[in-house]
């Protein structure tokens, strides 16, 4: 049984630049939520996905965008780097929306320069 | 705006002795906790929740308390392993509304290190 994977694992962008993450769910879920975590600092939400649409959303700017694909992967982009963008990408899943327990996949760090 | 904290941000403990991590949250409304240990280079990994219904909640080797009057949480594990090491975040949600579902909001962490 697959759990949460994601790609890349570490990747190196200059500020201004786009970037987009992805995100496979642990097999049987269909919820997708995103998390920044800056270093030393706990997991920020960024956004929820659930049923190909945004369902909630942290305070996170508009350059900050997400999508969910009908087999519940999903994508996190970032538009117009910048330096304090730098951080652990968290993608995590869960069963259903209204669903307590979630799974963390391992991350994408990101790292702008 | 509110937030969840810790008070110790590095806890030593001894091999076979018990740990106490702590946690402070200041949104009153929250009604759903849960702690989570992250490991160097992995995500998040689920080891107990608690809901606010509870004061006091068991798993293997760890016990969850949580106190609603001094919005206190803490995670207690019961002869700690070397492979406790970590570092372990709480995290709260208020699930009464649709808007607030799936908002967790995380602590800065506590690095736990366990000396033989």
């Known amino acids: 049984d697959a759990g949460v994977t994601q790609s890349p694992t570490h990747l190196i962008k200059t500020r201004g630049q786009q970037v987009t993450l992805r995100c496979s769910p642990k097999s049987g879920h269909d919820t997708v939520s995103w998390y920044q975590q800056a270093l030393g600092q706990g997991p920020q939400f960024i956004f929820q996905?659930?049923?190909?649409?945004?369902?909630q959303r942290g305070n996170f700017p508009d350059r900050f965008s997400g999508h969910q694909f009908p087999n519940y992967s999903s994508e996190l982009n970032v538009n117009a780097l910048l330096l304090g963008d730098s951080a652990l990408y968290l993608c995590?899943?869960?069963?259903?929306?209204?669903?307590?327990?979630?799974?963390f996949g391992p991350g994408t760090r990101l790292t702008v320069t | 705006g509110e937030s969840v904290g810790l008070h110790l941000p590095t806890l030593s403990v001894q091999e076979g002795d018990n740990s106490i991590i702590n946690c402070a949250y200041s949104n009153s409304a929250s009604d759903y906790f849960i702690w989570y240990k992250q490991e160097s280079g992995k995500g998040p990994q689920f080891i107990i929740d608690i809901r606010s219904n509870m004061d006091k909640r068991q798993g293997q080797r760890v016990t969850v308390l949580l106190n609603k009057t001094v919005k206190h949480l803490s995670l207690q594990i019961a002869a700690t392993q070397p492979g406790d090491s970590a570092v372990y975040f709480c995290?709260?949600?208020?699930?009464?509304?649709?808007?607030?579902?799936?908002?967790?909001?995380f602590g800065a962490g506590t690095q736990v290190v366990v000396t033989p």
């Open positions: 996905y659930y049923e190909e649409e945004e369902r």
């Open positions: 995590a899943s869960s069963l259903g929306q209204r669903t307590y327990e979630q799974y």
């Open positions: 995290a709260e949600m208020f699930t009464g509304t649709t808007d607030s579902w799936g908002k967790f909001q």
